[in-house]
């Protein structure tokens, strides 16, 4: 079973425009980490946030974490075509002997059109 | 590219043969894991190694699977008597332990169809 759910499902933007998507999870976590899929291929990683942090940036990404709502979300400012892909939130537990899995959230598919 | 290549990228087979897949993590990387992805899902935890050592299964990962990392350095996932179920994405992540935090780098997964 999934730790995560992620929301929305799919988002359509158009370039230029943010992109935002969220992601909440059950458990204490130790961490919080966004990959990218583009279709049928592998995860890239963007960004990983710990428990102790509020607000991270990378880029044009910037991530939040609430850790008293249990809640995360991704910001994608001044999207580009490139960035349509599915975009998942995992979290790494708290439990010192889940040896750092990623437990995934559903995604997020996000369409970017020119 | 991330550094960590997974063999082959496509495998078709029919329902009852056994299939074996190969992971080569980034070289100086401890860990390895095992995850298997279905369409439109986000992937599913399998098992992972600590240099030779498999320290977790899911119960995901029934007696049909077996897994393993001789010498702590390349993997294998093999799959006893495939089922249509078995139809996924099978993707490899290998990371370094140690100091806490750490993120995992994936390889391009191999695509198994059971007909």
């Known amino acids: 079973s999934q730790q995560g759910e992620e929301d929305p499902q799919a988002l359509s933007i158009q370039e230029g425009e943010n992109a935002t998507m969220n992601c909440s999870y059950k458990?204490?976590?130790?961490?919080l980490q966004w990959y990218r899929q583009n279709s049928g291929r592998g995860l890239v990683h963007l960004i990983l946030?710990?428990?102790?942090?509020r607000e991270k940036h990378s880029g044009r990404l910037r991530v939040t974490l609430d850790t008293s709502k249990k809640s995360s979300s991704l910001l994608i400012t001044a999207s580009r075509a490139a960035d349509t892909a599915s975009y998942f939130c995992?979290?790494?537990?708290?439990?010192?002997?889940?040896?750092?899995?990623?437990?995934f959230g559903g995604g997020t598919r996000v369409l970017v059109k020119p | 590219d991330t550094g960590v290549s997974q063999d082959p990228r496509h495998k078709i087979t029919k329902r009852g043969q056994n299939v074996t897949f190969r992971c080569d993590p980034i070289?100086?990387?401890?860990?390895l894991y095992w995850y298997r992805q279905t369409l439109g899902q986000g992937p599913e935890f399998l098992t992972y190694?600590?240099?030779?050592?498999?320290?977790?299964k899911s119960r995901l990962l029934s007696d049909r699977f077996s897994a393993e990392r001789p010498k702590g350095s390349f993997s294998t996932l093999e799959i006893q008597r495939t089922e249509q179920g078995d139809s996924a994405m099978y993707l490899c992540?290998?990371?370094?332990?140690?100091?806490?935090?750490?993120?995992?780098?994936f390889g391009p997964g191999t695509r198994l169809t059971v007909t």
């Open positions: 995992a979290t790494v537990l708290m439990i010192k002997a889940a040896g750092n899995k990623l437990t």
């Open positions: 946030i710990r428990s102790n942090e």
């Open positions: 992540a290998s990371s370094l332990a140690g100091g806490g935090v750490n993120e995992q780098y």
């Open positions: 070289s100086e990387h401890n860990r």
């Open positions: 190694f600590q240099n030779e050592a498999q320290l977790e």
């Open positions: 458990t204490s976590i130790n961490n």
